[in-house]
């Protein structure tokens, strides 16, 4: 009997090694600090909150798809912000002009634009990509002000506030939006042409070459989802305010950064997931959500979260030296 006991027992020991930790390990952290703040924090589980979590989760989470392309491709995009601020402008100020639907297609058309535009001088003039969107960064910050005169745009159709503020059903519209994104941008990922060179590009751009790919070609592409995701991420933005200043967005390519990367994409380019990016994003959400509940300073939840980010990228950096 006891021969039994301590047989099952190894072979539940065995079986719990065999548990890629490295694979699933940001899933395992999601969850245990989940646990433990939804143990110490008063009213975390409800639907109300979850929702709300999720809500929060919208703007940053699409922009993070994106910002999973481009350092999946190795580079990194910080003009994402401005790209956001730019076009939830437009998306409000066209419809003055034209229909809502219109005026977010031009929108996306614009985020589009400034990533090819990005992936243009990343790839062809050969300036490293973070360069590049310092500089772009501000030319579209300065665009957004000239466009909104320094002033902040208000919104005047109802319809367009369904795409951030409605809902189907009990669930939130955008959260719909982004699971639909979410779903796109993994299938894109994991099982075409695209994906598969896009980590190849970012694995070693030498070696991809030598295989044939059109390196160049792979890295424009990145830019070009990393502006169009932004894009959405201010449309969806605009029609939740329903207003829009300058100044919108500031900071968010941070956060979608940090989200990435938490999630499991490698910095120096070649590994990651959109859905490893989702958790990343709902990480942060769900302990700024607990900081909120227990009444921490924001200036406190921003030196966490700095340390959050390093301790990552430098567990990230520590096992890739050691490989």
């Known amino acids: ?114 990533g090819l535009v990005n992936g243009f001088f990343t790839a062809k003039v050969k300036i490293v990509g973070i360069i590049v969107t310092v500089a772009t960064t501000t030319i579209v910050r300065g665009l957004t002000y000239l466009y909104t005169q320094g002033y902040p745009i208000v919104g005047k ?57 059109s390196v160049d070609f792979y890295i424009i592409m990145a830019f070009v989802i990393g502006g169009l995701m932004a894009a959405m991420g201010g449309v969806v933005y605009a029609s939740r305010l329903n207003s ?15 989200a990435t990367v938490i999630g499991g994409t490698s910095v120096s380019g070649g590994k990651g997931s959109v859905v490893g990016t989702v958790i990343g994003v709902l990480l942060l959400t769900v302990i700024g959500n607990a900081f909120n509940l227990l009444g921490v300073h924001t200036s406190m939840q921003h030196v966490i979260r700095g340390f959050v980010i390093l301790a990552v990228v430098g567990v990230d950096s520590y096992t890739k030296y050691r490989r």
């Open 1 to 114: 009997m006891e021969n039994k006991k301590k047989l099952s027992t190894e072979i539940v020991i065995n079986k719990i090694k065999k548990i890629p930790i490295r694979k699933y390990g940001i899933l395992i952290a999601f969850l245990f600090v989940t646990l433990i703040i939804s143990i110490t924090t008063r009213g975390f589980f409800t639907q109300t909150n979850i929702l709300n979590i999720l809500r929060q989760s919208t703007i940053v989470g699409l922009m993070a798809i994106g910002t999973t392309y481009v350092i999946i491709g190795g580079n990194f995009d910080i003009s994402i912000s401005s790209i956001l601020a730019l076009t939830a402008a437009m998306a409000l100020g066209f419809q003055d002009y034209v229909a809502w639907p219109i005026a977010v297609v031009i929108a996306l058309s614009v985020g589009a634009l400034i």
């Open 157 to 213: 159709v109802e319809g367009f506030k369904f795409l951030g503020s409605g809902y189907i059903g009990f669930i939130p519209f955008p959260i719909i939006i982004w699971f639909i994104m979410i779903i796109f941008w993994q299938f894109i990922l994991s099982k075409t042409k695209m994906g598969r060179y896009t980590l190849a590009v970012g694995s070693s751009q030498e070696a991809a070459r030598l295989s044939g790919v």
């Open 244 to 258: 829009v200043s300058p100044l919108a967005g500031a900071g968010y390519d941070l956060d979608a950064i940090a």
